[in-house]
Structure formats: structure tokens, C-alpha cells
């Protein structure tokens, strides 16, 4: 490595080391003001609204969307805009956390006597406790660091991260407090893969196919190969007299086999199925017939309803195809 190869590096864990002092510093400062600002934030009526000027905008916007998607309504405030009408979106039921490291941000600084006025709570995550920010606020959460990442000191680095960690902490206290759940972030979530893998059910990935390969006990190998190759399925189920499901062919299963007996496909399906297979309802998660097929190492998974009739099956293509996997 070279002395330029080893100047970037070394530079590179100094910063991420300044960062995680700031991230400590701010850990070891979280008192009962941090939970009072928990508290007025459960017992808001209104709504958590972020706002911050500069770098400190870009975070509170992160925050906004942190809380909102885990379920705390909140949003973004540019402190610039406020002023010129916006702050007609801030009503007496609401919450203002106000980011700003010196407090003494001109555009948060202006806006606060109206914040006042109109009679919604301040709370102010901030570097410099005896600014004009942290004295105004209801509440004040401390993020005060030594220095900078910069090497000049000055552009917003450990000051930043340290206001991020701070509210992210914030955002997860509040959504354990909640118990909000996966099934909750999905709901926020709808078009993303978690969204998909906690919302989507066995019955959706049934549709992706609409096939259902279904063959009776006394069917011989051939005509439930018929049956398998017809649906394009890689297996088939096996149903008694009342169409219960009785077992499951796969067309690995017949490969098997056919090293063993050349003349297998005169038999009987029930002679050759796997008897009493694991299978799922239609009104299970997707994910869960996923885990299942996994642990139990197959390819293929029989749905059934509530009397045991079988109406289809699950295999690793339709649940990619469904974004699941």
C-alpha cells in the first residue's frame, strides 16, 4: 500500500472516529428532557413537525420521513418558507423539533416568537444549549460535540450525525412505545420487498399461476404426468374419494423412482406419493410459505382450505414472480 493509499485511509477511520465519539457524547447526554419530549410527543394531538435549515434541513427531513413511516405523523418545515406563509401549517396541537447545532440559526431564530404565538410545543435538538433556540424551546435535547470530522472544522459532519442518531433514537423509542409492528411498517411500506413479503398472502401468489393440478388416488403415473404437464406445475396433488388431499407427486420424486422401476408409470399415484405432506391455508403469509418451503427443504407446497381440499400450489417461481423471495 502506498503512502497515498494509507493518508486515505487512515483519514477515512478519523473521520468515522470523530463521528462515533459524537454518537457516544450524545448517548451519555440523554436525560429526562429526552423523555419528556418522548411524552409530549404521545400525547401529541397534532402533528411532529421537523424543520431545519441547511444540512440540518436534509436531516430533518430524514427524520420526518423516519417517524412517518414507523407511526408518528410527521413532516418537514423549511424554516425559509415559514416565514413567508408557511407556518400556516402549524397549529396549537402540534410539536415543533427545531435542528440546529449553534441555535442560533437565523431562519429557525425568526420563526420561533410565531411558533410561540401560535401555542405549539418546541423542542430543540441542538449543539449549544445556551443559544437563543435552546432558551426559547419547551424542551431542549442536547447533540453538543468537540469537533467537527472536517479537517477545517467546519463543515457539518459529527454535528449531523450526531442530530441524526439523536432523533433516530427518538423515532424508535417511540415506535417500541407504540408497539408497532412489521405488519405496521409494511402497511407504510406497500410497494417495497418488505411491504410485499408481510402483506402479500398465499391466496395472492396463488393468482400469479391460477393453475391447480389435481389428481385422484387411483390415476395412474402417466395420466398425472398429463396433469403436471398441462398446468406446467412441477408437481401435482393427490386427492381421495371426497378430494381431500391425500399426498404429493413431484416430478422429482418420479426421477427418483424411475432408476428403480422402469415400469413405475403403470402404478397408481397413491402408491407412489408422498402421504400426508406439509401444507398451508390461502390466508397465510407469503413469507411463512416461504420460511416453510426453506426449512423443510421443497419445492413445492400444497394449499388447501379449511376441509383439506386442495386448491393449488406454492413453488420458488411464483413467489419470485410476486416479489416475495
Do not use: W
Request: aromatic share 4%.
Amino acid at each position: 500500500m502506498s503512502q497515498k493509499e494509507i493518508a486515505i485511509k487512515e483519514q477515512a477511520q478519523e473521520v468515522l472516529k470523530i463521528e462515533a465519539e459524537a454518537i457516544k457524547g450524545v448517548s451519555e447526554a440523554i436525560d429526562q428532557e429526552f423523555v419528556a419530549v418522548v411524552q409530549e410527543i404521545l400525547d401529541c394531538t397534532g402533528r411532529v413537525i421537523m424543520t431545519g435549515m441547511g444540512k440540518s434541513g436534509f436531516i430533518a427531513k430524514k427524520l420526518a420521513a423516519t417517524l412517518s413511516s414507523t407511526g408518528t405523523p410527521a413532516f418537514f418545515l423549511h424554516p425559509a418558507e415559514a416565514i413567508h406563509g408557511d407556518l400556516g401549517m402549524v397549529t396549537e396541537k402540534d410539536i415543533i423539533i427545531a435542528i440546529s447545532n449553534s441555535g442560533e440559526t437565523e431562519e429557525i431564530v425568526n420563526i420561533l416568537p410565531v411558533i410561540k404565538r401560535i401555542g405549539a410545543q418546541i423542542a430543540a435538538i441542538t449543539g449549544n444549549i445556551e443559544s437563543t433556540l435552546a432558551q426559547t424551546g419547551d424542551y431542549t435535547l442536547e447533540a453538543a460535540i468537540e469537533e467537527e470530522a472536517c479537517p477545517l472544522n467546519l463543515a457539518p459532519t459529527a454535528s449531523t450525525t450526531a442530530a441524526l442518531a439523536l432523533g433516530d433514537a427518538l423515532a424508535m423509542v417511540l415506535l417500541a412505545i407504540r408497539d408497532f409492528k412489521p405488519e405496521d411498517f409494511a402497511l407504510y411500506h406497500p410497494g417495497g420487498s418488505l411491504g410485499r413479503q408481510l402483506l402479500l398472502t398465499v391466496d395472492d401468489v396463488l393468482h400469479v399461476r391460477e393453475r391447480n393440478p389435481i389428481v385422484k388416488q387411483d390415476s395412474t403415473l402417466k395420466e398425472t404426468l398429463f396433469v403436471m404437464t398441462s398446468t406446467r406445475m412441477g408437481a401435482a396433488n393427490i386427492v381421495d374419494a371426497e378430494g381431500e388431499l391425500a399426498g404429493i407427486i413431484t416430478d422429482g420424486d418420479i426421477r427418483r423412482l424411475l432408476e428403480e422401476d422402469p415400469h413405475l408409470m403403470h402404478k397408481e399415484a397413491q402408491e407412489i406419493m408422498s402421504v400426508g405432506p406439509t401444507t398451508i391455508t390461502p390466508d397465510k403469509l407469503a413469507a411463512e410459505a416461504l420460511k416453510i418451503m426453506q426449512d423443510k427443504e421443497i419445492n413445492d407446497l400444497p394449499v388447501v382450505d379449511q376441509e383439506g381440499k386442495p386448491l393449488g400450489l406454492v413453488n420458488f417461481q411464483d413467489l419470485l414472480k410476486a416479489g416475495v423471495i
